[in-house]
């Protein structure tokens, strides 16, 4: 049984060993580019058609990427009110840790209406995105060894509307590629993880898409809401993750895992009989 | 939509009489540094945990990215368990942005120089407070910002009192290793011993043939040996004649959460002229500013824009520890000649307290300081860098005092224990032997048996060809600090008997200087003369002899001044040994800066075990005439 966790723990010993390895730079000359906008719009008898929009400011310093935006609006006519609240986030930070460059990409929207008359529509349409380009950089690696890049996270979201008709609308994706070779996570929202892995060698550059788009929207027959009531919709989301990098794990590895493993495993068979 | 807006305006009602941890209740809202976010601040759950207290607004953040990232992911998950509505999701956000946390970081420095291996509290002087007190305020120091570096500007070792330098002054780095400092910036006296010892000092392993070598306590060593500095040593303008390669790293870097801060280390290029040949032969010394500037364009291609320069050269002002009036000395020429890119100058060997502002070649103010000497003072420095940019944006600088009374930090009392335990013998060991007692006690010229012996001492150091060729030596009567005794029976001297005279550790300094020169010299002994503070009688070697009319006026005092009965002819040159403090201008013997032709000498020690050895029969107290007061 010694042999057995000894065999175990090497194998587990070369899997964990992969943690720290390599680290991230953003290239001489690079161009980050970050960009966001919203543009609401909601149609009512009283007032007609109201809009409102705004841009995703870049915030960003050398290793790190930052755009935020923002809008707190509101249109009144007497008791009627309509009020749209908008926030956007991206960011990218390669400086407080270069082997684990942390990602996210996210926001929140609300419309209100209180008191309104005849109701016909209302629709956000809103994107932020982010794309960038990381190089490889050796921490002890030879320049063009075998290295992989796992891009492991999240992407929630919460939707909520006392419209009727009105339906949630987000899509979140990620493509990261390098050498030709390319990985993506595309998502709705809906609560999910993702864990990519794309092989590259030391040296090489990733490059990094993210973005959050957002458009509900409805259109219907006028409906009124009673003043001293809110109706409309809510929408936050987030994908947050990290890119880091690891050994590709050799084949022997792998083997030698499985010889564990399985070793341990009839060990318990024999051990049950 | 609507009801979860009803549950959290019930909720905001019931806060306002509820008691503390009730789920939902609140007592203020939730801020972010300055910026109010609007948002209540809500007890969360039954552990009183708040809206607030889960978002770490107090943590140190390398760049505004980070923090935002972490208020999205936080206000997320709040909203999702009903915490929070989405409005206030988008404030939070907002105001997460609006506070700035991220845009800026202060990371703290602790700064000293020229400790000297003051490591036994009092030892040596009434006002040493000892690496004990000095470990209980760097504590302090550092618990107020978990990003931190403790920067040393030189001689952090050499010139040690016994219970150091007896064991090579392992045990200061040992106590500098248990502190946990980051970088040293070499200082002339860590040449002291050579470059093979330092280096020794860094790296670890037993001294090759000193048997107080390795002593220390389990902990502190290495495979049974001295383990070396946990620290790195740093010079940027010491090079090896051989190969021109530095001998240490020019700098140091410290990352603070992705913000890089380098720190540049140096000694003063003047280190051969008051360190002995030996300490640095094969070695090159560079001048300051130039090395500084030309390292500026290799850090910013690593993307490093803060930059604080370590270096021991230094200078004087007045005003206190924090004062800055009337700033002289060569740091003033050196910061004068900096790039604009230093950010700040952490400076030393005058072992003066200072906190100053010098205008760099652009012509912009950067603080300059020193924390004077032994353990004594400490520099607490705040920068604040922008993670945009990188830069330090602001420095704020105070000396404080260690203080005798402070506590003494437990972490270190058994180290100093340890080597004091270690030192009883050989502060006993026999060196020589004197006739009688021998005092320092002046007679009415202002001379002393003591600094009789102790000047022959040194010029029986310096007169050879090799050694520097002295005919005179000048000793300040300050640097003797006791008087010698005479243990009976047969005036056996110790060890720690002549640490105990001379404390220092200053090596000598020969230098060629004019008769003209030597007179005012000796000019400026009397108070309110060419500078002098006070009347300070240097003892002078056998052979030479002067005579002074104290009522005369300043530069006429000094009647005679003979040499083996010749008269010191003004025009000629004289090789002339005083110690390395005097030789710096020291006790304000300005003259003794402008000596020519210098050469570095033993430790004064040293040179005094030499001449009792050379004495076996036993050195009799001097005579005390050489010196000749008019009436």
């Given at each position: 049984?010694?042999?057995?966790?000894?065999?175990?723990?090497?194998?587990?010993?070369?899997?964990?060993?992969?943690?720290?390895?390599?680290?991230?730079?953003?290239?001489?000359?690079?161009?980050?580019?970050?960009?966001?906008?919203?543009?609401?719009?909601?149609?009512?008898?009283?007032?007609?058609?109201?809009?409102?929009?705004?841009?995703?400011?870049?915030?960003?310093?050398?290793?790190?990427?930052?755009?935020?935006?923002?809008?707190?609006?509101?249109?009144?006519?007497?008791?009627?009110?309509?009020?749209?609240?908008?926030?956007?986030?991206?960011?990218?930070?390669?400086?407080?840790?270069?082997?684990?460059?942390?990602?996210?990409?996210?926001?929140?929207?609300?419309?209100?209406?209180?008191?309104?008359?005849?109701?016909?529509?209302?629709?956000?349409?809103?994107?932020?995105?982010?794309?960038?380009?990381?190089?490889?950089?050796?921490?002890?690696?030879?320049?063009?060894?075998?290295?992989?890049?796992?891009?492991?996270?999240?992407?929630?979201?919460?939707?909520?509307?006392?419209?009727?008709?009105?339906?949630?609308?987000?899509?979140?994706?990620?493509?990261?590629?390098?050498?030709?070779?390319?990985?993506?996570?595309?998502?709705?929202?809906?609560?999910?993880?993702?864990?990519?892995?794309?092989?590259?060698?030391?040296?090489?550059?990733?490059?990094?898409?993210?973005?959050?788009?957002?458009?509900?929207?409805?259109?219907?027959?006028?409906?009124?809401?009673?003043?001293?009531?809110?109706?409309?919709?809510?929408?936050?989301?987030?994908?947050?993750?990290?890119?880091?990098?690891?050994?590709?794990?050799?084949?022997?590895?792998?083997?030698?895992?499985?010889?564990?493993?399985?070793?341990?495993?009839?060990?318990?068979?024999?051990?049950?009989? | 939509?609507?009801?979860?807006?009803?549950?959290?305006?019930?909720?905001?009602?019931?806060?306002?009489?509820?008691?503390?941890?009730?789920?939902?209740?609140?007592?203020?809202?939730?801020?972010?540094?300055?910026?109010?976010?609007?948002?209540?601040?809500?007890?969360?759950?039954?552990?009183?945990?708040?809206?607030?207290?889960?978002?770490?607004?107090?943590?140190?953040?390398?760049?505004?990215?980070?923090?935002?990232?972490?208020?999205?992911?936080?206000?997320?998950?709040?909203?999702?368990?009903?915490?929070?509505?989405?409005?206030?999701?988008?404030?939070?956000?907002?105001?997460?942005?609006?506070?700035?946390?991220?845009?800026?970081?202060?990371?703290?420095?602790?700064?000293?120089?020229?400790?000297?291996?003051?490591?036994?509290?009092?030892?040596?002087?009434?006002?040493?407070?000892?690496?004990?007190?000095?470990?209980?305020?760097?504590?302090?120091?550092?618990?107020?910002?978990?990003?931190?570096?403790?920067?040393?500007?030189?001689?952090?070792?050499?010139?040690?009192?016994?219970?150091?330098?007896?064991?090579?002054?392992?045990?200061?780095?040992?106590?500098?290793?248990?502190?946990?400092?980051?970088?040293?910036?070499?200082?002339?006296?860590?040449?002291?011993?050579?470059?093979?010892?330092?280096?020794?000092?860094?790296?670890?392993?037993?001294?090759?043939?000193?048997?107080?070598?390795?002593l220390g306590m389990n902990e502190d060593l290495k495979g049974g040996e001295f383990a070396g500095a946990k620290f790195r040593f740093l010079a940027?303008?010491?090079?090896?004649?051989?190969?021109?390669?530095?001998?240490?790293?020019?700098?140091?870097?410290?990352?603070?959460?992705?913000?890089?801060?380098?720190?540049?280390?140096?000694?003063?290029?003047?280190?051969?002229?008051?360190?002995?040949?030996?300490?640095?032969?094969?070695?090159?010394?560079?001048?300051?500013?130039?090395?500084?500037?030309?390292?500026?364009?290799?850090?910013?291609?690593?993307?490093?824009?803060?930059?604080?320069?370590?270096?021991?050269?230094?200078?004087?002002?007045?005003?206190?520890?924090?004062?800055?009036?009337?700033?002289?000395?060569?740091?003033?020429?050196?910061?004068?000649?900096?790039?604009?890119?230093?950010?700040?100058?952490?400076?030393?060997?005058?072992?003066?307290?200072?906190?100053?502002?010098?205008?760099?070649?652009?012509?912009?103010?950067?603080?300059?300081?020193?924390?004077?000497?032994?353990?004594?003072?400490?520099?607490?420095?705040?920068?604040?860098?922008?993670?945009?940019?990188?830069?330090?944006?602001?420095?704020?600088?105070?000396?404080?005092?260690?203080?005798?009374?402070?506590?003494?930090?437990?972490?270190?009392?058994?180290?100093?224990?340890?080597?004091?335990?270690?030192?009883?013998?050989?502060?006993?060991?026999?060196?020589?032997?004197?006739?009688?007692?021998?005092?320092?006690?002046?007679?009415?010229?202002?001379?002393?048996?003591?600094?009789?012996?102790?000047?022959?001492?040194?010029?029986?150091?310096?007169?050879?060809?090799?050694?520097?060729?002295?005919?005179?030596?000048?000793?300040?009567?300050?640097?003797?600090?006791?008087?010698?005794?005479?243990?009976?029976?047969?005036?056996?001297?110790?060890?720690?008997?002549?640490?105990?005279?001379?404390?220092?550790?200053?090596?000598?300094?020969?230098?060629?200087?004019?008769?003209?020169?030597?007179?005012?010299?000796?000019?400026?002994?009397?108070?309110?003369?060419?500078?002098?503070?006070?009347?300070?009688?240097?003892?002078?070697?056998?052979?030479?002899?002067?005579?002074?009319?104290?009522?005369?006026?300043?530069?006429?005092?000094?009647?005679?001044?003979?040499?083996?009965?010749?008269?010191?002819?003004?025009?000629?040159?004289?090789?002339?040994?005083?110690?390395?403090?005097?030789?710096?201008?020291?006790?304000?013997?300005?003259?003794?800066?402008?000596?020519?032709?210098?050469?570095?000498?033993?430790?004064?020690?040293?040179?005094?075990?030499?001449?009792?050895?050379?004495?076996?029969?036993?050195?009799?107290?001097?005579?005390?005439?050489?010196?000749?007061?008019?009436?």
């Open positions: 049984m010694n042999l057995i966790k000894t065999t175990l723990a090497v194998a587990l010993a070369s899997v964990c060993a992969s943690t720290q390895a390599a680290h991230f730079i953003f290239p001489t000359g690079n161009l980050s580019l970050i960009g966001g906008y919203t543009y609401a719009e909601a149609t009512t008898e009283a007032f007609g058609t109201v809009s409102a929009d705004g841009l995703v400011d870049i915030l960003s310093g050398a290793p790190t990427l930052l755009g935020f935006g923002a809008l707190s609006e509101q249109a009144t006519d007497g008791s009627a009110l309509i009020t749209y609240d908008w926030v956007r986030e991206v960011t990218l930070d390669a400086q407080t840790d270069p082997s684990s460059v942390g990602f996210s990409i996210g926001g929140t929207s609300v419309i209100g209406f209180d008191g309104i008359a005849g109701l016909q529509g209302v629709v956000e349409t809103s994107k932020v995105e982010l794309q960038t380009t990381l190089m490889i950089m050796p921490d002890g690696e030879t320049l063009g060894s075998a290295i992989r890049a796992r891009l492991s996270g999240s992407a929630d979201s919460i939707f909520s509307t006392s419209l009727p008709g009105l339906e949630q609308s987000t899509t979140f994706n990620l493509i990261a590629s390098s050498g030709g070779k390319s990985v993506n996570y595309t998502g709705n929202g809906a609560a999910e993880a993702f864990d990519l892995s794309l092989d590259t060698v030391v040296g090489a550059e990733v490059t990094l898409s993210l973005s959050y788009i957002t458009r509900p929207g409805w259109v219907g027959a006028a409906i009124d809401i009673p003043a001293g009531t809110v109706q409309g919709f809510e929408e936050s989301g987030l994908m947050a993750g990290t890119l880091m990098l690891a050994p590709v794990p050799e084949p022997e590895t792998y083997a030698l895992l499985l010889a564990g493993l399985g070793l341990i495993g009839a060990a318990a068979r024999r051990r049950r009989g | 939509m609507r009801i979860k807006f009803l549950a959290l305006a019930i909720a905001g009602a019931l806060s306002q009489a509820a008691f503390a941890c009730v789920p939902g209740s609140y007592n203020g809202n939730v801020i972010f540094g300055s910026t109010d976010s609007g948002v209540p601040d809500r007890v969360l759950d039954a552990s009183c945990t708040t809206v607030d207290g889960q978002i770490r607004d107090e943590d140190p953040w390398g760049n505004q990215a980070a923090f935002i990232a972490h208020v999205s992911s936080v206000t997320l998950a709040q909203q999702k368990a009903g915490k929070i509505s989405a409005v206030e999701r988008a404030r939070l956000l907002i105001a997460a942005r609006n506070s700035q946390i991220g845009s800026t970081l202060k990371v703290k420095l602790i700064a000293f120089n020229d400790f000297h291996g003051y490591i036994k509290p009092f030892e040596g002087s009434g006002s040493n407070p000892g690496v004990t007190r000095f470990s209980t305020r760097i504590k302090e120091l550092k618990a107020q910002n978990p990003l931190h570096a403790v920067v040393s500007a030189g001689d952090m070792i050499g010139a040690s009192p016994l219970t150091s330098a007896l064991f090579k002054d392992e045990p200061t780095i040992e106590a500098m290793n248990r502190i946990g400092i980051d970088f040293n910036a070499v200082g002339n006296h860590e040449f002291d011993e050579g470059k093979d010892e330092l280096l020794r000092m860094q790296h670890g392993g037993n001294h090759p043939t000193d048997a107080y070598s390795g940027a303008n010491v090079h090896d004649t051989a190969n021109g390669t530095t001998v240490f790293p020019s700098y140091g870097v410290k990352d603070f959460l992705g913000n890089k801060v380098a720190f540049i280390g140096m000694t003063l290029e003047g280190t051969p002229s008051i360190v002995s040949p030996a300490g640095v032969a094969g070695l090159q010394f560079a001048d300051e500013a130039d090395t500084v500037n030309a390292l500026i364009p290799k850090l910013k291609a690593q993307g490093i824009e803060s930059i604080v320069v370590l270096i021991h050269e230094g200078g004087f002002a007045s005003g206190g520890i924090n004062g800055c009036s009337g700033v002289s000395g060569p740091i003033v020429d050196i910061v004068n000649r900096l790039d604009p890119e230093v950010d700040l100058v952490v400076s030393g060997h005058t072992h003066a307290a200072y906190n100053c502002l010098i205008n760099n070649s652009a012509g912009q103010p950067v603080r300059v300081t020193s924390g004077g000497q032994y353990a004594r003072n400490l520099t607490d420095i705040d920068l604040t860098i922008d993670t945009r940019s990188r830069d330090v944006i602001a420095v704020a600088a105070n000396n404080l005092v260690t203080g005798t009374a402070t506590e003494e930090d437990a972490a270190l009392t058994d180290l100093v224990a340890h080597y004091d335990a270690l030192s009883v013998g050989p502060k006993s060991r026999v060196i020589g032997r004197i006739t009688a007692a021998i005092s320092r006690s002046q007679n009415a010229a202002g001379e002393s048996a003591l600094g009789d012996v102790i000047a022959d001492a040194q010029l029986d150091a310096t007169d050879d060809a090799g050694t520097g060729g002295a005919v005179v030596t000048f000793m300040n009567p300050g640097g003797i600090r006791a008087d010698l005794p005479f243990n009976a029976p047969n005036g056996d001297v110790t060890y720690g008997d002549a640490f105990t005279v001379q404390p220092f550790g200053n090596s000598l300094v020969t230098m060629t200087l004019s008769g003209a020169q030597i007179r005012t010299l000796l000019e400026t002994q009397f108070n309110g003369c060419n500078g002098q503070t006070a009347t300070r009688i240097l003892q002078v070697s056998q052979g030479f002899s002067y005579a002074y009319t104290a009522g005369n006026a300043c530069n006429a005092r000094v009647t005679s001044m003979t040499l083996d009965g010749v008269a010191v002819d003004p025009s000629a040159s004289y090789r002339v040994t005083v110690n390395s403090f005097l030789a710096d201008g020291g006790d304000g013997f300005a003259v003794l800066k402008d000596g020519t032709q210098r050469l570095g000498g033993a430790v004064d020690t040293d040179a005094f075990e030499a001449y009792l050895q050379a004495n076996p029969t036993g050195v009799a107290p001097g005579p005390q005439n050489r010196i000749i007061k008019n009436d």
